[in-house]
């Protein structure tokens, strides 16, 4: 599988407190990754990282090009979709305006994956509320408008933080199916979460965090082998 992103000896720190410490991981064109880990672990600073968002050292590499000082803007362009633990909608403008902020200009070759009518028909309440302010949508709502305003910059990798963090069941069923079709078309995703939630039906490799460190990598298969790395990181036996 070739390598879409590459980490080596990355390292993190918020102030004078380190965050990650010495993390190393890969993902391959089209595979889906699972970021697992209690609270606190780093899971979300190792996304922010990815996008230049926390200072940070180490080797951070996209499609064999390097990400150091990027701002958080051209690694978006590059190809890299983020989808935030807190949405980050824009709460005064509509759902439309949303979604038409995340058509960035990308010097590709190729004609866009995703338009704005992909969006409506993975999430039809959005073309429901397309004239509706972001701040008035439901968590659930705000989850899918952030989830389709990324897909709109066509990203080769997307990094879902959270993705059923806070919603109903039948909310999230809507979210892991559209991350289910998004798998299908060979989408590239990070999934952070704290348990393997949505992640356990459509990644096919976990890595585990603990205190700003990868304490585990290997196929899904093999992470559910290991009772001991679930109840010592997770919680869970």
Do not use: K
């Amino acid at each position: 599988m070739t390598s879409l992103l590459e980490i080596r000896g990355l390292n993190a720190w918020y102030g004078p407190s380190q965050a990650l410490r010495d993390v190393s991981l890969e993902i391959g064109a089209g595979e889906v990754l699972a970021l697992v880990g209690r609270n606190g672990s780093g899971r979300s600073t190792l996304a922010r990282s990815i996008m230049g968002l926390v200072h940070a050292d180490g080797e951070l590499r996209f499609a064999g090009r390097s990400l150091a000082g990027l701002r958080t803007f051209e690694i978006a362009r590059l190809g890299i979709g983020y989808v935030p633990e807190h949405r980050d909608v824009f709460p005064t403008l509509s759902v439309g305006e949303n979604l038409e902020l995340g058509v960035a200009p990308r010097n590709r070759r190729r004609t866009p994956r995703f338009s704005m009518d992909d969006a409506y028909t993975l999430f039809p309440v959005l073309r429901e509320r397309q004239r509706t302010r972001a701040g008035a949508l439901s968590g659930g709502e705000q989850q899918m408008l952030s989830l389709a305003r990324a897909l709109l910059g066509d990203p080769d990798l997307l990094l879902v933080d959270e993705p059923g963090e806070g919603l109903a069941g039948f909310v999230m069923q809507q979210v892991a199916q559209c991350l289910r079709v998004l798998r299908e078309r060979g989408m590239a995703m990070l999934l952070i979460e704290q348990r393997l939630v949505i992640a356990q039906d459509i990644a096919s490799r976990v890595a585990v965090m603990g205190h700003g460190e990868i304490v585990f990598d290997g196929e899904l298969h093999a992470f559910l082998q290991r009772p001991d790395v679930m109840r010592e990181w997770l919680g869970v036996g």
